[in-house]
Antibody
Framework: QVQLQQWGAGLLKPSETLALTCGVFGESFSGYYWSWIRQPPGTGLEWIGEINHSGTTYYNPSLKSRVIISVDTSKKQFSLKLTSVTAADTAVYYC???????????????WGKGTTVTVSS | QSALTQPPSASGSPGQSVTISCTGTSSDIGDFAYVSWYQQHPGKVPKVIIYEVNKRPSGVPDRFSGSKSGNTASLTVSGLQTEDEADYYCSSYAGNNNLKLFGTGTKVTVL
């Protein structure tokens, strides 16, 4: 049974870079996309972007200029970097597996436990 | 692209049914059969309960059902149980770089 374990710094100052990593355990790394999603306090979910084992990435246009998602297939890990953070980036950040049909990976069926990231001076 | 629109709240008594709407546009829900629904209990991780409009993952009770008409998707919870009290989010594939939009969320209360 696949499990996702995520880690990274939880407290940042404005203008710093958020860096999180998610490890995939108990499942093949290929054949899926792997995504990052965030949830600001008391509000809804926002898709940040996703990557596959080949390194093909897709980003939310609203964050694209500040986001880099990368993959290390040898370690079965994928990572998120978000630059120039502000208080508006304070949120719980989740990693998740994206599943679907061969023509479209469309839903997140396995989630990490989430990392609370707070941006404060 | 804006978030999909859901009613902030919905409620029903145990055993009743509740339906949650999720309104998008012709560029997302209206154009693709890739709508999913997520259940999130307070302080917990979201869990997918419906994918590809009306499919249920293994282990999800058949009390949960999904549908779509035009630019609007719907989630129906039949035979409400106390454990169904949670936040529910819809999501749709929106083309354009694999963009996935989430709904604004609906808090379901079991009276």
């Amino acid at each position: 049974q696949v499990q996702l374990q995520q880690w990274g710094a939880g407290l940042l100052k404005p203008s710093e870079t958020l860096a999180l990593t998610c490890g995939v355990f108990g499942e093949s790394f290929s054949g899926y996309y792997w995504s990052w999603i965030r949830q600001p306090p008391g509000t809804g979910l926002e898709w940040i972007g996703e990557i596959n084992h080949s390194g093909t990435t897709y980003y939310n246009p609203s964050l694209k200029s500040r986001v880099i998602i990368s993959v290390d297939t040898s370690k079965k890990q994928f990572s998120l970097k978000l630059t120039s953070v502000t208080a508006a980036d304070t949120a719980v950040y989740y990693c998740a597996r994206v599943s679907g049909t061969p023509s479209q990976f469309s839903y997140m069926d396995v989630w990490g436990k989430g990392t609370t990231v707070t941006v404060s001076s | 692209q804006s978030a999909l629109t859901q009613p902030p709240s919905a409620s029903g008594s145990p055993g009743q049914s509740v339906t949650i709407s999720c309104t998008g546009t012709s560029s997302d829900i209206g154009d693709f059969a890739y709508v999913s629904w997520y259940q999130q209990h307070p302080g917990k991780v979201p869990k997918v309960i419906i994918y590809e409009v009306n499919k249920r993952p293994s282990g999800v009770p058949d009390r949960f059902s999904g549908s779509k008409s035009g630019n609007t998707a719907s989630l129906t919870v039949s035979g409400l149980q106390t454990e169904d009290e949670a936040d529910y989010y819809c999501s749709s594939y929106a083309g354009n770089n694999n963009l996935k939009l989430f709904g604004t969320g609906t808090k379901v209360t079991v009276l």
